[in-house]
């Protein structure tokens, strides 16, 4: 009954932008962190970025930290990544998900979405 929907990938190319968004229903958005995954050709799902319950504390990895910016709109039960100066490192599937703790930290996602590809070309 929880269903997450990302939407926004694609292809784009290195050192440009994109915005990712993921639209949630089946739940009570607010009392949910929320967070971004990623999973690259071959590797490991990993948390990239997280925001708060309340969107008052946001967290992310090393390697995004600067370019990717977290946000939510509760009134629209969505979250967003906007990914500027992207690199061919980023190229990957991106998922979203909750967090029933709330702190939107790297840990506690219990519902995920199904992924949007991102591809970036030179």
């Known amino acids: 009954q929880v269903q997450l929907v990302e939407s926004g990938g694609g292809l784009v190319q290195a050192g440009r932008s994109l915005r990712l968004s993921c639209v949630a229903s089946?739940?009570?958005?607010?009392?949910?962190?929320m967070g971004w995954f990623r999973q690259a050709r071959g590797g490991e799902r990993r948390f990239i970025a997280g925001i708060s319950r309340t969107g008052d504390r946001t967290n992310y990895v090393d390697s995004v930290k600067g370019r990717f910016t977290i946000s939510r709109d509760d009134a629209k039960n969505a979250v967003y990544l906007q990914m500027n100066n992207v690199n061919f490192e980023d190229t990957a599937i991106y998922t979203c998900?909750?967090?029933?703790?709330?702190?939107?930290?790297?840990?506690?996602?219990?519902?995920w979405g199904r992924g949007a590809q991102v591809t970036i070309s030179s």
């Open positions: 089946g739940l009570t958005f607010t009392n949910f962190g």
């Open positions: 998900a909750t967090d029933d703790y709330g702190d939107g930290d790297a840990f506690g996602y219990d519902y």
